[in-house]
């Protein structure tokens, strides 16, 4: 394994950092639903839990999956941080009380506020991005993409990210049973022959 670039290390730093305090809002939003108040070991409680969900998902790679492409990726691997954490955070409060510990409902109540927080805000950072690449391509001349296959996916993936230099309007195709469908949210207008209507 070589080197890692600085700037993907400066990168990963300040994701782990936004994701450290979203996770602490979690647990002080959760300590607020769950206790109505800040507890004593809240802090102990809440400092081992988001540790211990930031080394899985660092464990998992999360923190390598850059935000402008996979929303699924995304998903799965912080799952994946979050589900072994919450279950053997339940497991050893149950075996320390039973079902009957306090630490149970607030597990619950602040891993899930995490999970969303810190999902939510790849997704909204994804749309942000998406939203400022649709902006910008809307001064760039209009383009219709010919053939609604692989190719031309992945152009219209390309132009949403912001690498074309026009602005992708809709697909044509010689199956006319494609007429009328939506590839990647762009309609299929019909063939090369309907293109001149």
């Avoid at 969303?116 to 391509?137: D, I, M, P, T």
């Avoid at 993936?157 to 494609?178: E, M, S």
Wanted: proline share 3%; with cysteine; aromatic share 14%.
């Amino acid at each position: 394994m070589g080197l890692v670039p600085a700037n993907q290390t400066k990168r990963w730093s300040v994701l782990v950092l936004i994701d450290f305090l979203l996770l602490l809002l979690a647990s002080f939003l959760a300590s607020w639903v769950v206790f109505c108040s800040i507890i004593p070991l809240f802090h102990s409680y809440a400092l081992v839990n988001i540790a211990a969900i930031q080394f899985v998902l660092i464990a998992v790679r999360f923190y390598r999956i850059r935000v402008s492409e996979s929303s699924l990726d995304v998903l799965n691997r912080s799952l994946a941080g979050f589900v072994p954490v919450f279950v053997i955070s339940v497991l050893l409060c149950f075996l320390d009380d039973g079902f009957h510990n306090r630490w149970i409902p607030y597990l619950i109540v602040a891993d899930g506020y995490g999970f969303l927080f810190v999902a939510g805000s790849r997704v909204a950072f994804r749309s942000f991005l998406n939203y400022r690449n649709k902006q910008e391509s809307n001064n760039l001349p209009r383009a219709v993409v010919y053939g609604a296959g692989e190719l031309g996916n992945t152009l219209v993936r390309q132009n949403i990210k912001g690498k074309l230099p026009y602005h992708v309007v809709g697909f044509v195709d010689d199956d006319v049973t494609l007429t009328g469908t939506y590839m990647l949210g762009l309609k299929v207008h019909g063939t090369v022959d309907d293109l001149a209507e």
